[in-house]
């Protein structure tokens, strides 16, 4: 029993990073319908300029997740104003296109300027294990499940409460009504962009620090994991993105306690095609029917 | 003595709490150009997409007849319907839009012809003889519909009204034994309008089939319907001949309102 | 029969015999080296992958992010295949094998799942081609992460390119026959198909396992050509490398798919000098050329010989009978 209340724990903190990353990718695809497959990198990125902050100017752990949280969200919001943003009435798959060109982009850029070494992340914070009743609980976990809920508290208040929140669920319900509302639809996405960046951002410094090395391509993977927990939530819904990713870092947790760990991946995508076919829409999706 | 080719019994479907169709039973005949009218959201469509397959009915049966019983078609896809001999028309427009008009009658053939894959791909003589048999089948219903002229134009390119025409010559193809229009005349202004009256009079003469029709256009409903059925709320309402329509009370309170007579 | 479709089928097969000409000269004045022969066969290879994943994307307008699954089928069935069975006899069961299992795996997977829609049956087709990938990293017999090496060469560049034009005239001779518009017309508007009495499932499922029997063609030939095979050459890029060379072609133009594979193989031969930069400029051209022409090269249109040759103008399907 103890075993398995680890490994749930052991899964919540993987899968906070992964929902962190999920929202990005649920919340970009609300607004523009777009699959980011750039947003992994940013993820990356994030994990470098923490690395920068923290071991080049020496700066509180915190205040680094802070500034490489803008710094990216600022990289975001370029990226779609370059990159998106000219192709928004083009067929949907070319600004797909484009995304991966930026995702190609980022990873073999900073391969070209940094080289593909993994990097160790600096001990910002060092690493205390807290035990309870048998179940292990290191301080860089709780700061990971407490920055990713603070951060997810966050944005629910500015989705829900703000002016710019609203707006950005009106231009993902309709974008037309939305503008005859008199919202302005590029500053809208621009700030999606901005949040989405953020929070990829924040996920890559956390995981750095917990699992002490960075390179050039680690957000592939958590990248395209992050998508399947968005689509796995109901793409477009930012509840489901945490759902999504919880329930992802927990299987995967689960699996790799067995001895078929060596098939996590594939167990991860199985439940997610099991999913779609009970629930084609996800799982915190809305079936809409075409009308006819 | 006209035979009945399609019968209704209770037909009903809920959304949720709503009940769209609720308990509706017509029928039709071999032949016969029925009418069916109602205020908006009366769950004309509704019915439509009850009696082609698209929705399941919640409870009661549609059946389909052809001289002896064909049977309950409740369960059966719009596809398997379509080749029982159903065809219909769509609301809002449902064009292949990146084919030619000649493709989108073409493609509507397809149902009652077979596919010949292999003498596709190694383009076997027998491959352009099947080719060219549906070539002709298809501009010669193109051609009594004064539509030849257009048959390499995209179907998206097409006016509005032509599109429309499209849709029905397209239907057709299938050879269907009923045919559904939805709002044929929508959006139409009054020439095309008066076109289109002439076009659905001359489909169930020259083509000998039943025709069920959904239309707010009531000049147009009066002149070409034999038969009418008026839904409200999902009931029916009313049904009987244009003139008997014409003169009931209740239809006229669905239109006009309560008060107002 | 008609004169136009003979003098038509004649011309591209000219064509295509001309262009095989033109590879075996230049390689005989030794215009083209080693590596030149090379581009040339994985240009090939990535055409008929490529037509393959244009007839489920394009023509059937079904997302499907799992091509590489379908070509590690290929690959693997062939080596494993030659391994049991030497000789050119090994290469050629090993290639039908590879592509009928892919046939029937993508049967399998596409019946549930091609009732999905857009973006989810991109995640799902994704999912599937990872599994597979996965579970050959981890079985015995295919060798795990390692893959198999020393795998007998059998393709040549003319090999390839002969099955590449063979490739090329099923798909685009499909696609114009009942079958292939019945299909488009699923694409175009699934509701109206399903009116008309098209069984849209089969439809779709028929263009997805068309598709997968390419891509193991591709796979198999890849295989025997490099002579090693490896499971992290079928991740997820190497359906995103697909996906890109027809979305620059112009999403179900085939002419576009040809020309696109042969562009960036090219291109990909041009950087090699560039080192590390390569795949930084890859992707800056990427997107350059997306902003440019976000419909791709040809947009949906085809690369029309008839246009050229016998109309002098309009490219219609005309009896001229008719305007006399």
């Known amino acids: 029993m103890t075993i398995f209340i680890q490994q749930v724990i052991n899964g919540l903190m993987l899968g906070s990073v992964y929902a962190l990353l999920a929202l990005g990718y649920t919340m970009v695809y609300g607004i523009i319908k777009l699959i980011n497959f750039a947003h992994g990198d940013i993820y990356m990125l994030g994990a470098y300029f923490g690395y920068f902050f923290i071991k080049v100017l020496h700066l509180n752990f915190f205040i680094a997740l802070v500034l490489a949280m803008a710094v990216s969200a600022v990289i975001g919001v370029l990226i779609e104003y370059i990159a998106y943003r000219p192709l928004r009435h083009s067929p949907r798959i070319a600004v797909l296109i484009s995304a991966l060109g930026i995702a190609f982009l980022l990873e073999n850029g900073m391969t070209y300027l940094y080289g593909s070494d993994q990097r160790s992340f600096p001990q910002a914070i060092k690493t205390v294990q807290y035990h309870f009743y048998g179940i292990q609980v290191s301080n860089i976990q709780l700061i990971i499940a407490v920055t990713s809920i603070v951060l997810m508290l966050l944005l629910t208040y500015v989705v829900k409460r703000t002016k710019m929140g609203r707006a950005m669920r009106a231009v993902s319900a309709d974008p037309d009504a939305a503008t005859l509302m008199g919202i302005n639809i590029n500053h809208t996405i621009s700030f999606t962009f901005a949040i989405g960046s953020a929070l990829a951002a924040a996920g890559g410094v956390l995981i750095g620090l917990y699992y002490n090395s960075i390179d050039p391509l680690m957000g592939m993977t958590p990248g395209l994991k992050a998508f399947v927990a968005a689509v796995l939530g109901g793409i477009g819904i930012i509840p489901g993105a945490a759902v999504g990713g919880w329930l992802i870092g927990i299987l995967e947790t689960m699996v790799q306690a067995t001895s078929f760990s060596a098939y996590k991946d594939a167990i991860v995508y199985a439940m997610l095609i099991v999913i779609l076919l009970i629930k084609p829409t996800g799982i915190l999706g809305k079936n809409k029917r075409e009308k006819v | ?261 | 029969m008609d004169q136009t479709h003979i003098k038509y089928t004649l011309s591209w097969a000219a064509m295509a015999a001309m262009g095989f000409v033109l590879i075996f000269m230049a390689q005989m004045v030794g215009l083209i080296g080693h590596y030149g022969v090379t581009t040339i066969v994985l240009i090939g290879i990535n055409v008929i992958a490529a037509l393959g994943l244009n007839l489920v994307v394009g023509i059937s307008g079904q997302f499907s992010l799992g091509h590489a699954g379908f070509m590690a089928i290929g690959a693997y069935a062939t080596a494993l295949i030659m391994g049991v069975l030497p000789g050119v006899m090994g290469f050629i069961v090993g290639m039908v094998t590879g592509i009928a299992v892919s046939g029937i795996v993508a049967l399998i997977v596409g019946i549930p799942t091609l009732r999905l829609r857009g973006d989810y049956l991109a995640i799902a087709t994704l999912g599937f081609a990872e599994i597979i990938r996965i579970v050959i990293m981890n079985l015995k017999i295919t060798n795990g992460p390692a893959g198999i090496f020393g795998i007998a060469p059998f393709v040549s560049w003319q090999l390839v390119y002969i099955l590449a034009v063979i490739t090329l005239i099923i798909v685009v001779n499909f696609v114009r026959s009942m079958p292939g518009r019945a299909i488009i017309a699923v694409r175009d508007n699934e509701i109206a198909a399903e009116s008309l009495g098209i069984n849209t499932t089969k439809y779709k499922v028929i263009a997805f396992v068309l598709g997968a029997l390419f891509a193991a063609m591709a796979g198999s030939l890849r295989a025997s050509f490099i002579q090693s095979i490896a499971p992290k050459d079928y991740a997820f890029m190497q359906s995103i490398m697909i996906l890109i060379i027809i979305v620059i072609g112009g999403i179900g133009s085939m002419s576009g798919t040809v020309i696109t594979a042969i562009a960036l193989g090219i291109l990909d031969t041009l950087l090699q000098n560039f080192g590390s930069l390569r795949m930084v400029i890859y992707s800056v051209i990427l997107i350059v050329v997306m902003l440019i022409r976000p419909q791709g090269i040809f947009g949906s249109r085809e690369l029309s010989l008839k246009k050229w040759l016998f109309d002098g103008g309009d490219g219609h399907d005309t009896d001229h009978t008719e305007n006399a």
């Open chain 2, 1 to 261: 003595m006209t035979q009945t080719i399609l019968k209704t019994h209770d037909l009903s479907i809920r959304f949720g709490g709503v009940t769209a169709v609720d308990h509706v039973n017509i029928e039709a005949s071999e032949n016969e150009l029925i009418g069916l009218i109602g205020p908006n959201g009366a769950g004309k469509t509704t019915l439509f997409n009850l009696l082609t397959g698209v929705y399941r009915p919640t409870e009661g049966d549609v059946a389909l007849f052809d001289g002896q019983k064909l049977g309950i078609v409740n369960q059966q896809s719009p596809a398997k319907r379509a080749r029982l001999g159903i065809a219909r028309t769509f609301q809002n427009i449902r064009l292949f839009e990146s084919r030619t008009v000649l493709e989108n009658v073409m493609i509507a053939m397809n149902s009652h012809t077979r596919a010949h894959t292999w003498d596709a791909i190694l383009r076997l003589p027998s491959f352009y003889k099947h080719e060219a048999t549906l070539k002709n089948e298809a501009r010669q219903l193109l051609s009594i519909f004064d539509m030849l002229g257009v048959q390499d134009t995209l179907a998206t390119n097409l006016p509005y009204g032509q599109q429309r025409r499209l849709e029905i010559v397209r239907a057709l193809a299938t050879k269907p034994k009923i045919l559904f229009l939805d709002e044929p005349a929508a959006g139409m202004n009054p020439q095309e309008t008066a076109d289109l009256t002439r076009l659905i009079k001359q489909v169930q003469q020259e083509f000998k089939m039943t025709i069920i029709l959904i239309e707010h256009d009531m000049n147009l409903v009066m002149a070409v319907s034999e038969r009418l059925y008026v839904l409200e709320y999902g009931k029916l309402l009313a049904s009987g001949t244009p003139a008997e329509i014409q003169q009931n009370a209740d239809v006229i309170r669905a239109y006009l309102g309560e008060n107002d007579t």
